[in-house]
């Protein structure tokens, strides 16, 4: 079955220190998604990719889906504390197939 | 609409007993999707459904576990025999198709 495996699985940076996860699937992917979940909350959508080699910025967030769909990385530029949480890939195989999560990757931000 | 709802919220059961969770999913939402989560560890899929139809369920799940979704709307997560490894943090989502993931607060469940 489809797996996707996230690095690493925890992550402590200085504040103002750059940040990267990656994620890697078993199998081609027709999409991969990215959540942020916060201690004590439920997994939030931060954004979708689609295409091979397509990279997305959200402000300090670069979103990378590889040439073969099969992983992914999440970078994140000067850290803020705001952005302490666990950081989530998910990858669904064949349209209209279940969205499998991977680990996690939980970054500590220290002020 | 207010996004996905979960009841209860928390839910302290006997080791034995069965117990049930209820997923009212945004209203929209043609797919709905059952997860657990345990601490440090990333959402384990259970099973989805496409309006009522039950598309997929993780082999990994005992048949113990049942979902149903009567008429494409809520949802219901039933457990029989609970067992201590069954404590998690059981997650709804649902989505339009292939879009984003909304979910819900979750069902805290401690077997004791």
């Known amino acids: 079955g489809q797996q996707v495996m996230q690095i690493p699985q925890y992550q402590h940076v200085q504040e103002g220190e750059d940040f990267t996860t990656y994620c890697n699937s078993s199998?081609?992917?027709?999409?991969i998604q990215w959540y942020k979940q916060r201690p004590g909350g439920h997994p939030v959508f931060l954004i979708q990719?689609?295409?091979?080699?397509e990279v997305k910025k959200q402000k300090r967030l670069t979103f990378q889906f590889g040439e073969a769909k099969k992983n992914s990385s999440l970078h994140i530029t000067a850290t803020q504390t705001t952005d302490v949480g666990t950081y989530f890939c998910a990858g669904r195989g064949a349209s209209g197939s279940r969205l499998t999560f991977g680990e996690g990757t939980q970054l500590t931000v220290n002020p | 609409d207010t996004g996905v709802s979960q009841d209860p919220r928390h839910k302290i059961t006997k080791r034995g007993q069965n117990v049930t969770f209820r997923c009212d999913p945004i209203?929209?939402?043609?797919?709905l999707y059952w997860y657990r989560q345990t601490l440090g560890q990333g959402p384990e899929f259970l099973t989805y459904?496409?309006?009522?139809?039950?598309?997929?369920k993780s082999r990994l799940l005992s048949d113990r576990f049942s979902a149903e979704r009567p008429k494409g709307s809520f949802s219901t997560l039933e457990i029989q025999r609970t067992e201590q490894g069954d404590s998690a943090m059981y997650l709804c989502?649902?989505?339009?198709?292939?879009?984003?993931?909304?979910f819900g607060q979750g069902t805290r469940l401690t077997v004791v």
């Open positions: 990719l689609v295409k091979s080699g």
């Open positions: 209203s929209e939402h043609n797919r």
């Open positions: 199998t081609t992917l027709s999409n």
């Open positions: 989502a649902s989505t339009s198709g292939d879009s984003e993931a909304f």
């Open positions: 459904f496409q309006n009522e139809a039950q598309l997929e």
